[in-house]
C-alpha cells in the first residue's frame, strides 16, 4: 500500500462547476500538506499548502485537512478550462536536523473543465 | 528569466548508453533534487543536495550519480540505460535546511525515452 492513495481519475467536469480532490495517506506523522498543478508536458508547481489541520482559502481554491481521518481535499469553486491539469497531493514529515523536505506525492487526479 | 532550467528537455537513447541531464536554478536557492516520473505520473524523489552535500538518496540503482558542482547546479549521470529507466526526470530547487517546510520549485522535466 502506497503512503498517499489518490484517485487517477479522469475527473471531467462542466465549466462553473465545483471540484473536489481528495488524498488519503497512512503516515501520520505527516504535518504539511501539499496541492500541486501540472499542466501537460509541465513541471508541477504549488497551489497551495497547508500546516495540520483546516482550512486554507485562496480565490477559487480551498485546501482542508483532517488529520484525525487521514484525509485532505482541494476544492476548486467556479472551475474554469484552464483548471484543467494533473493536480498531484504531497506531504511531509518535517525532520530537524535530518533529510527534510521529502516529499511524498500522490499520484495524480487528472482534471478536465470542458467549457 | 527561467527559475529551473534543465537541458535537454528530451533525450532518446539505446539502451545500454549512458547519458546525462543538467539542472540550473537562478533562484539563490541552497538545496536541489531530482524526482523521476513514471508513466503513471506518479512523481518518487531520488536524490537531494544542500549546498553541495548529498542529505537524501533513495533506494536508486547505482547506476544514476548525482554531481552537484556548486549550489545553482546539479547533474544527473546515468550509466548502462535500460528500458525502464524511460521517465520524466524532473529537478527541484528550496532554500533552506533544518526548517519545517519549504516550497519547492519544479524544472520542465527531461523525458527520456530509452529504446
Known amino acids: 500500500q502506497k503512503e498517499v492513495e489518490q484517485d487517477p481519475g479522469p475527473l471531467s467536469v462542466p465549466e462553473g462547476a465545483i471540484v473536489s480532490l481528495n488524498c488519503t495517506y497512512s503516515n501520520s506523522a505527516f504535518q504539511y500538506f501539499m496541492w500541486y498543478r501540472q499542466y501537460s508536458r509541465k513541471g508541477p508547481e504549488l497551489l497551495m499548502y497547508?500546516?495540520?489541520?483546516g482550512n486554507k482559502e485562496d480565490g477559487r481554491f480551498t485546501a482542508q485537512v483532517d488529520k484525525s481521518s487521514k484525509y485532505i481535499s482541494l476544492f476548486i469553486r467556479d472551475s474554469q478550462p484552464s483548471d484543467s491539469a494533473t493536480y498531484l497531493c504531497?506531504?511531509?514529515?518535517?525532520?530537524?536536523?535530518?533529510?527534510?523536505?521529502?516529499?511524498?506525492f500522490g499520484t495524480g487526479t487528472l482534471l478536465a473543465v470542458q467549457p | 528569466d527561467t527559475a529551473v532550467s534543465q537541458t535537454p528537455k528530451y533525450l532518446v537513447t539505446q539502451m545500454g548508453n549512458d547519458k546525462s541531464i543538467k539542472c540550473e536554478q537562478n533562484l539563490g536557492h541552497d538545496t536541489m533534487y531530482w524526482y523521476k516520473q513514471d508513466s503513471k505520473k506518479f512523481l518518487k524523489i531520488m536524490f537531494s543536495?544542500?549546498?553541495?552535500?548529498?542529505?537524501i538518496n533513495e533506494t536508486v540503482p547505482n547506476r544514476f550519480s548525482p554531481k552537484s558542482p556548486d549550489k545553482a547546479h546539479l547533474n544527473l549521470h546515468i550509466n548502462s540505460l535500460e528500458l525502464g529507466d524511460s521517465a520524466v526526470y524532473f529537478c527541484a530547487s528550496s532554500q533552506g535546511r533544518g526548517r519545517a517546510y519549504n516550497e519547492q520549485f519544479f524544472g520542465p522535466g527531461t523525458r527520456l525515452t530509452v529504446l
Open positions: 504531497a506531504m511531509t514529515n518535517p525532520n530537524y536536523g535530518g533529510a527534510t523536505n521529502k516529499l511524498i
Open positions: 543536495y544542500n549546498n553541495k552535500e548529498l542529505i
Open positions: 497547508t500546516y495540520s489541520s
